[in-house]
């Protein structure tokens, strides 16, 4: 079974009169992929979407980049994080966000969420860009006691990934991986890749481009075979890799049993 852990699928990311014809795809090859939100409304949108298919597994996040327009408002979020089985897509990211979302406002507002997390013992899914961020997430993700962290996309120096997979985080390689074409990018990203051990390594899709779409599993299984061809598996040996990450992950999240099922179904 395909498990895609960092998707979208909500139109501020996907065009949303394709949302039928990805759902169609990913259903057709029993493709799980975890639908991010990025902000309030992009979470409710992902959770009406999610009521379509069993294979949409939706949670809530906000992005850093709006850390200015939420983090003084916290406490009028009427979404009972309790209830969400992931929070994600959050973090710190001192590199793209606008000036506006200035770097205590997003730690206010990634504070707010890993709390949270501590709390009902739910699923990160964290977005965290920018060398000087880095080390800003360690010390903070490492002041919480957190169970079920995954990093999405995140390439850091070799010894930062080390320090976070010694931790027992999980991180989703994506297309990053497969597209970067300029060399120190993309040495820095194999290094970084290098760095995950298979237990902790788990993959994603994140965003299908709006003009010329590309089915999700099209993209997630071009990403599986650049992937297996570099750590040396076979492509089967990495779905049971990725599959079996998952099923641990999950297990054991009350609010999304439903998604352990039916990983625990199989193939
Ligand atoms: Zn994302």
Do not use: C
Request: glycine residues 6%; without cysteine; negative net charge.
């Amino acid at each position: 079974m395909l498990v895609d852990m960092h998707f979208h699928i909500d139109s501020k990311w996907h065009n949303p009169e394709l949302v039928g014809k990805t759902l169609a795809d990913i259903e057709k090859n029993r493709m799980l992929v975890a639908a991010n939100s990025t902000d309030i409304s992009s979470y409710f949108e992902t959770l009406e979407i999610s009521k379509r298919s069993d294979f949409v597994f939706p949670a809530f996040g906000i992005l850093p980049w709006y850390a200015h327009e939420h983090y003084e408002k916290l406490d009028e979020i009427e979404i009972p994080l309790n209830e969400v089985g992931m929070l994600g897509e959050i973090g710190i990211d001192y590199k793209h966000s606008p000036a506006e979302a200035e770097p205590h406002m997003q730690k206010a507002l990634f504070e707010f969420f890993l709390a949270a997390a501590e709390k009902h013992d739910l699923i990160l899914n964290n977005h965290v860009r920018g060398d000087e961020t880095f080390k800003d997430a360690r010390d903070i993700l490492g002041s919480y006691n957190l169970k079920r962290v995954i990093m999405h996309s995140h390439y850091e120096q070799p010894e930062g990934m080390r320090e976070l997979a010694d931790r027992g985080y999980y991180f989703t390689v994506g297309q990053g991986f497969v597209e970067y074409r300029d060399d120190e990018a993309s040495n820095r990203i194999k290094n970084a890749v290098r760095e995950i051990p298979n237990d902790a390594l788990l993959v994603e899709v994140d965003t299908i481009p709006r003009e010329g779409w590309v089915p999700p599993s099209s993209k997630l299984k071009s990403l599986l075979d650049n992937l297996a061809e570099f750590r040396g598996v076979s492509i089967e040996e990495l779905e049971d890799i990725v599959h079996r990450n998952s099923l641990r992950l999950l297990r054991g999240v009350e609010q999304i049993e439903q998604y352990v099922k039916l990983l625990e179904s199989g193939v």
